[in-house]
């Protein structure tokens, strides 16, 4: 079964919004920019034959304060500027929205994408920058990656590992070894 690098978006992809220590997500697509280092990183990834899907919370959706057609059109740049096989994007507004399941910590979008994509989670990896990501890749039994970005919060479970940005997640994935060749992972790239 193929294997798949789970990356959260704002933290680890692009740079937040820093408020009161806190991050936030870009609110148009001029303040969406990628890390540069992250092109390379998920390069790296993807011709070691892991999937690429992105699990992102949105609540600003659900709350009314963003529109879904800006964050696609993030998503279309995102798509065009690294190999992402998969996008997964909640906009619960809280934990009792309809699609709360999905909403990290919940593991639900890593679910939805192993069951879409065939994954096996327990060889995957997700990298996030907030205590929530590293939740949720527990709770779907994958192994972890925390990035630190020094923000006002604390992690509430310890990560398999830490890692200075997703580059150097990225490194640290390969010398832990490599999947299999999978016909999947070459095929699954989003147009």
């Known amino acids: ?3 798949a690098v789970f990356l959260d978006r704002d933290g680890v992809l692009n740079a937040p919004l820093i408020r009161h220590g806190l991050p936030y997500p870009p609110q148009t697509l001029e303040e969406f ?5 992250v ?8 011709e070691a034959h892991f999937l690429l899907v992105v699990v992102t919370n949105q609540p ?14 993030m998503h279309a740049l995102l798509t065009q500027m690294i190999p992402v096989n998969r996008i997964e ?9 309809p699609d709360a399941e999905r909403r990290k910590p919940a593991p639900g979008m890593l679910f939805d994408a192993a069951r879409a994509l065939g ?3 327990a060889h995957s990896y997700m990298i996030g920058d907030r205590w929530r990501d590293i939740d949720c890749g527990l709770a779907a039994g994958c192994k972890t990656i925390f990035i630190e970005r020094n923000y006002a919060e604390k992690l509430r479970q310890r990560p398999h590992h830490y890692a200075a940005n997703l580059l150097d997640a990225a490194r640290l994935i390969l010398s832990l070894g490599q999947p299999q060749n999978t016909p999947l992972a070459q095929a699954a790239h989003l147009p």
């Open 1 to 3: 079964m193929p294997r």
């Open 33 to 37: 920019h990628i890390y540069p280092e």
């Open 39 to 46: 092109p390379e990183a998920c390069a790296l990834l993807h």
């Open 60 to 73: 600003d959706v659900g709350r009314g304060t963003q529109r879904l057609e800006v964050i696609e059109q």
């Open 89 to 97: 994007i909640c906009t619960a507004a809280d934990d009792k929205a």
């Open 119 to 121: 994954l096996e989670l």
